[in-house]
Structure formats: C-alpha cells, structure tokens
C-alpha cells in the first residue's frame, strides 16, 4: 500500500484539501428519507432526480446516505478509472448475501480476482459460440409451442426460454428436472426486492413473512444446487477447467485444482440468477419493442431470412440491423436498472466530495433516457446504432453525435456494468438474444396486445404484468412441416 494521506500530484480524483462540496440533496422525510418516492416509482425517482439536480445527487433510505451516479464520467471513474478505490460494499452484500454467498458477484478483493481468473474461460468466444445451438435449438422449439393467430405472453416465454438455455449450457440439463424449486425461489426473490414494498429496503435478517419466505425458498434451492454439484464432483471432473463443456464443469474443475473450492455452490447459484432473469427481461423487452416497431420488424426478418437457414454465432457479424434492435432495447429497458459501489477513500466525483463508506447507486435506467445523450430518449429507435455505408449498405455503429455534447460519453450506455467487473456473461448474453430473436423472426411475426409496457424496480427493471404479443405465421412456416422450409445453405 502507498500513502493514502497525499493526494498525488495531478490527480483530481481524490478531493482537495478542504473540499467540503455536498452533492444537492433532494429533500426528503425524517426517517424514511426518500423511501416513499422509492417505493412508488423507483426508476422515475431515478431519472427525475437527474435530471433535475445533474450527474451526482444525495437521496436518503432510512437514515442512510446514499449518490445516485448518473454523470457518465463519474461512471467510468467509478468502474475504470479508479476502480480500485471502490467495492461492492456492505449493501449488496446484506441484500443478496443469503443468495449469492461469495461467489463471484459479491466477491471483493483477491477472492474475487481468483475467482474471476478461474471462470473466464467459460465465456471464451469459442466457449459461447458452442453453446449456439442450443440457443438455437430451443428457440425453434419456443415458436413450434406457438400457434398461429395465438397471444402469448413474452415475459412467461422468455423466462422459459433463458432457464432451458443456461440449464442446458451452463449447469448441465440436471438442473431442469429442479425447475419448480428455481422458479419458487425467482419468485420469492421479486418479491422480497419488489421496491414497491418499502420493506423491501430493510435488511434480510428482520422476520417479516416476505423475508421468512424468501429465506425458506433459497434454503430449498441451495440445497438442490448442492446435490446437482456433489452428484457432478462424483462422478469426475474434466481433468482441466478450459477443457469443461459447460460453466458448472469448470467450476468443478477449478474447484479439484484447489480453487474456488469453498465457494463452488455459491457461484453455481450466482450463475443461475445472474444469467437467467437478466436475458429473460433482455429477450422480453427486445420481443416487444420490434413487435411495436414493425417496420424495424420486418427489417430484422428480411436480413435474418436472407441468412437461408437459422443464424449462427458466426453469421450475428453479418447482422447489424438485429443487433441494432437489442442494444436499442437494452438501452431503453436496461433489465439492470441500477446497481452499487462504495469508495474505500473520500473521493472527488463530478466536482463533489463523497466520503468513503456512502453507497453509491449507478443507474444505467436515468443514464439511458437522459436527453443530453439520447435523442428522444424514451423513444425504441434502433436505427440510431445504424450507419449507412458509401455502397448503400448498413453497418453497426455508434458514433454518432450526441444532441448537446457533440459527442457521447462511453458510459452513456453500460447494460452490462463496465471495467473489470463488467457483466462476465456479457458475450454469452448478446449471442442468445439475438440467436434467440434471429430464429423466431423467420418463423414469426409478431404484434402487441399489451398496449403499453410498464416497468418496475425489483432486484431487475421486470415488466408489472404480462406482456402479450399477437403471434402470425411467417407464410412460408404455416405451409410448411414443423421445421419448415429447407435451408436453402
Ligand atoms: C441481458 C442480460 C444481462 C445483463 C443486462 C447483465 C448485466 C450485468 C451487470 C450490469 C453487471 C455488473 C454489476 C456490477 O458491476 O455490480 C453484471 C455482472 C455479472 N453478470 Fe450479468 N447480465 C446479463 C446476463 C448475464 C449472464 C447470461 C450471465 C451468466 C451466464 C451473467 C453473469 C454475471 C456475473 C457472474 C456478474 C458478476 C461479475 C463480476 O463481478 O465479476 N450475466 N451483469
């Protein structure tokens, strides 16, 4: 460890000497603090406090001093620049500790270096793109479920989908037979983090019935994890971690070589909530803006049926329109609306002081939607990541320039966090939304029922409702056997 105590020279993210400058504090009750606007519409308290009071401003929960961080230089300070002077932090951990343990996502320090060493290789390229036909293979069984002139609702099918799909690649399709207890312990998770619910802000360890349930349905869940990885460890794992098939292999791996072995159950569970909830929301909102946007629609279904046959992971390079359409949706309907550090210094952010210890509270939600990045911000509109070519032809690509700044900042759009502790399954996720997407567009189209989506805050940004979509045969498919036309490659 250097010297804490002298700034060194130019730098100007620790606070000078005597900088007492407090970000805004927006008001609030006396001991609920903000609690109240929290819990009746958390992601607008979000976006309105910055957009009223700027990049980083106070709001209080229960006593507790919390930044919301919604300046993007802030942001990249927080999570690249200076990450080392900000953790997870006490908050998360009290949240999500009895879920997550200490695996991966809660981690700090060298536990987490270790652990995040040892678990990269599952999100290879080559790792992922072998998990494609799966992604592929259960979307086709997704739309052979649907019928033709039916309404189904996105957010049930969607959830349906990312289970299969991770169960299958990631944790080996053994956990599929314990479907019923996940999806207890999903459920019992929304509620117990439902922010409608101001007790949803209180800690775990208080007996209300939300809190003994939650408690009673993880316990059932991480005992099942813990059979489904004894019963794997027995029956031998891969002499080597990178040579695994799928994550929960080279855990087991890791875990004989004398790594992350304490924490194997725990990162199984980490990698069944962070990887299932989070696609579905993704593959929901993704589904339901195009079914609202048809003509971007139909864009998607001309370049995915030029394909011939399904995409794979090679042909989503070739596919600038449909990955268009999911990063338009990830922005608009980031399915990780917020989430929290702490510096471990006082630190300067956005010219204010912040004490070490506060919770800080990085929302890619209000960042997403505010207007100083975003044209028409509360607007889907995926042509804003398409460029036109000299020839005529379409590229992806973002440089566009922002409304007021001349140029966007980098961390105007993060869905999937930033630095060295961005979304480990980042690649694995963008490959199944749009593998996930490319397939059911050539089979279908697809035309809202739900007039207007409305979001709310739990652990995710879930929809407060079904989200039905109106489901029409592609011509082609309904004439056609339940595999349909040939691949003409
Ligand atoms: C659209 C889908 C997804 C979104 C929007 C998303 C978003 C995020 C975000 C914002 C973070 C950073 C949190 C922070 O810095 O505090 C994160 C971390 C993480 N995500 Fe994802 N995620 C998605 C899919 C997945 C998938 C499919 C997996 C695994 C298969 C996964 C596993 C993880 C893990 C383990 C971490 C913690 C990484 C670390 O701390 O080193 N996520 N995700």
């Known amino acids: 460890m250097g010297d804490t105590t002298r700034p060194p020279e130019g730098d100007t993210t620790r606070p000078p000497e005597g900088d007492t400058t407090r970000p805004p504090d927006p008001g609030g009750l006396p001991v ?20 009223e009071h700027g990049g980083v401003v106070r709001y209080d929960v229960f006593g507790t001093e919390s930044y919301l961080v919604t300046d993007p230089e802030a942001i990249g300070q927080i999570l690249v620049a200076d990450h080392d002077r900000f953790v997870k932090g006490e908050m998360p951990r009290e949240q999500l500790g009895g879920l997550l343990g200490d695996g991966l996502f809660l981690a700090e320090g060298e536990a987490w270096r270790e652990q995040r060493t040892a678990i990269r290789s599952a999100f290879f390229r080559e790792r992922v793109a072998a998990h494609g036909d799966a992604m592929v293979e259960r979307a086709r069984e997704t739309a052979a479920s649907w019928e033709d002139g039916g309404v189904v609702d996105l957010h049930a099918a969607a959830t349906e989908y990312a289970f299969a799909v991770l169960a299958e690649s990631l944790l080996g399709s053994d956990i599929e037979r314990e479907r019923e207890t996940v999806r207890a312990a999903a459920e019992a998770i929304t509620d117990r983090f439902d922010m409608r619910r101001p007790t949803s802000f209180l800690p775990e360890w208080l007996p209300t019935p939300t809190n003994r349930r939650y408690r009673r349905r993880l316990d059932a869940l991480r005992e099942t994890i813990r059979d489904l990885v004894a019963e794997r460890r027995a029956a031998g794992p891969p002499a080597d971690p990178g040579a695994a098939d799928d994550l929960l292999g ?13 924490e194997l159950v725990d990162n199984a569970v980490t990698f069944l909530f962070a990887g299932h909830e989070t696609s579905a929301l993704g593959l929901t909102y993704a589904l339901y803006c195009l079914a609202d946007a048809p003509e971007f629609q139909a864009r998607v279904h001309a370049e995915v049926a030029s394909l011939g046959a399904d995409p794979t992971p090679a042909d989503l390079r070739e596919c600038p329109t449909l990955t268009a359409a999911v990063d338009e949706a990830l922005r608009l309907y ?13 630190v300067s952010l956005g010219g204010y002081r912040v004490p070490a210890g506060v919770v800080l509270t990085l929302s890619p939600w209000a960042v997403h939607r505010d207007g100083r ?10 042509e804003r990541w398409l460029r036109e070519t000299e020839d005529g032809g379409v590229v992806h690509g973002d440089d566009r320039p922002g409304p007021a700044t001349g140029e966007r900042p980098e961390h105007a759009y993060f869905p999937f966090g930033g ?20 397939t ?7 035309e809202p029922v739900t007039a207007e989506l409305s979001v709310q805050a739990s652990a995710n940004a879930r929809p407060d409702g079904p989200v039905r979509v109106r489901v029409h045969a592609r011509d082609e498919w309904s004439s056609c056997d339940p595999d349909g036309p040939s691949d003409t490659r």
């Open 334 to 346: 980031p399915p990780v609306h917020s989430f929290f550090r702490e510096p471990t210094e006082p």
């Open 419 to 438: 630095g060295p502790r961005h979304c480990v399954g980042m690649r694995f996720a963008r490959q199944e939304l749009r593998l996930a997407i490319g």
């Open 32 to 51: 609920l603090g903000n609690v109240h606007e929290l819990a009746s519409d958390a992601l607008g308290f979000y976006e309105r406090r910055s957009a």
């Open 373 to 382: 990045w975003w044209d028409d911000p509360e607007t889907y509109r995926p």
């Open 250 to 262: 080279t855990l087991v791996a890791a875990a004989e070589l004398g790594a992350l072995d304490d």
């Open 440 to 446: 059911l567009l050539r089979r279908v189209r697809l």
